[in-house]
T-cell receptor, first 107, second 115 residues
Framework: RKEVEQDPGPFNVPEGATVAFNCTYSNSASQSFFWYRQDCRKEPKLLMSVYSSGNEDGRFTAQLNRASQYISLLIRDSKLSDSATYLCVVPTDKLIFGTGTRLQVFP | EPEVTQTPSHQVTQMGQEVILRCVPI?????FYWYRQILGQKVEFLVSFYNNEISEKSEIFDDQFSVERPDGSNFTLKIRSTKLEDSAMYFC?????????????FGPGTRLTVT
């Protein structure tokens, strides 16, 4: 099993839609997780941290299921500006990145 | 807001040449990292650096790679003899402290093209 696995997408959704991305991780000892956002040819930027069962920040909700080793990111009311690649990241002493899920929001 | 800076933004070099990629981490950060991303692939860890020495390195970080903090502000990645497969985006990152809970802040990257 890969350390971090994500559905690569792309997810093409209309503005206003709700979209969810999934991520699975292999190391059951992992305690915290990150979702980073990466725009085309730019650096990754932290979107959300997930330390317990979940975290919510405005339109974004991250959930963690330790038993299934599964993390999700839900985006409500999608905006055109949400178009990007969303990276699931498991932090150890380094960051272990998934391949990312590409989201394209269309008008 | 403090940020990580990297120079150059784009470097083109011929196979076999040496390149040095430069980074200025956030000033009060103590941990420094290099990652790379080959076009269309995931971001991969190369090396971490703390207290003037390498903390951890990946299998990618072979003898052709080295890192240095030559002064109090710069953090460099050197590739001694570049190969075509070294073509990638190289990101520098820094964090206040090490360990799982600390955010790593990324620079804008250097796009390295080896011809």
């Amino acid at each position: 099993r890969k350390e971090v696995e994500q559905d690569p997408g792309p997810f093409n959704v209309p503005e206003g839609a709700t979209v969810a991305f999934n991520c699975t991780y292999s190391n059951s000892a992992s305690q915290s997780f990150f979702w980073y956002r990466q725009d085309c040819r730019k650096e990754p930027k932290l979107l959300m941290s997930v330390y317990s069962s979940g975290n919510e920040d405005g339109r974004f909700t991250a959930q963690l299921n330790r038993a299934s080793q599964y993390i999700s990111l839900l985006i409500r009311d999608s905006k055109l500006s949400d178009s990007a690649t969303y990276l699931c990241v498991v932090p150890t002493d380094k960051l272990i990145f998934g391949t990312g899920t590409r989201l394209q929001v269309f008008p | 807001e403090p940020e990580v800076t990297q120079t150059p933004s784009h470097q083109v070099t011929q196979m076999g040449q040496e390149v040095i990629l430069r980074c200025v981490p956030i000033s009060n950060h103590l941990y420094f990292y290099w990652y790379r991303q080959i076009l269309g692939q995931k971001v991969e860890f190369l090396v971490s650096f703390y207290n003037n020495e390498i903390s951890e390195k990946s299998e990618i970080f072979d003898d052709q790679f080295s890192v240095e903090r030559p002064d109090g502000s710069n953090f460099t990645l050197k590739i001694r003899s570049t190969k075509l497969e070294d073509s990638a985006m190289y990101f520098c990152a820094s964090s206040e402290a090490g360990g799982r809970g600390y955010e790593q802040y990324f620079g804008p990257g250097t796009r390295l093209t080896v011809t």
